[in-house]
């Protein structure tokens, strides 16, 4: 598993990049950094890439659920950016977990999340 999380220019926007199996160590990363952007901002705006993605382990997605009821109105946009059908349909799926606007990207389309997410 690789995952790094990029903190933008632009202050309450964070860049996090996956690929193989999320874990319950990357959200022990992920969780204080976005907290402290959310308590500094209010609000923030996620862009999410995914590289040969293979989804959570079950200890990262418990992780994940109690991320995401806890901070349910704290994250205004998400973009996901993927490489696959499932990674779109993730997209839809997450929609009753937060009250975010979430926009799919495919890879080729990178640059196109980054403005949307910056808007």
């Known amino acids: ?15 996090v990049e996956s690929s193989g199996k999320l874990t319950k160590e990357a959200y022990e990363r992920f969780v204080p950094i976005t907290e402290a952007k959310i308590k500094e ?11 040969d993605f293979h ?3 079950a200890s990262a997605a418990w992780e994940d659920i109690k991320f995401d009821l806890h901070h349910f109105s704290d994250i205004e946009r998400l973009a996901i950016v993927g490489e696959t059908k499932w ?12 009250t975010a606007r ?6 080729a389309d990178i640059d196109k999340a980054r403005e ?4």
């Open 55 to 57: 989804g959570w382990t």
């Open 41 to 51: 901002h209010g609000k923030i705006r996620i862009l999410f890439i995914m590289n």
């Open 87 to 98: 990674e779109e349909g993730m997209a839809v799926f997450c929609k009753p977990f937060t």
């Open 116 to 119: 949307w997410i910056r808007e």
């Open 102 to 107: 979430i926009k799919y990207f495919d890879h």
């Open 1 to 15: 598993m690789s995952f790094a999380i990029k903190e933008t220019l632009q202050g309450n926007i964070i860049e």
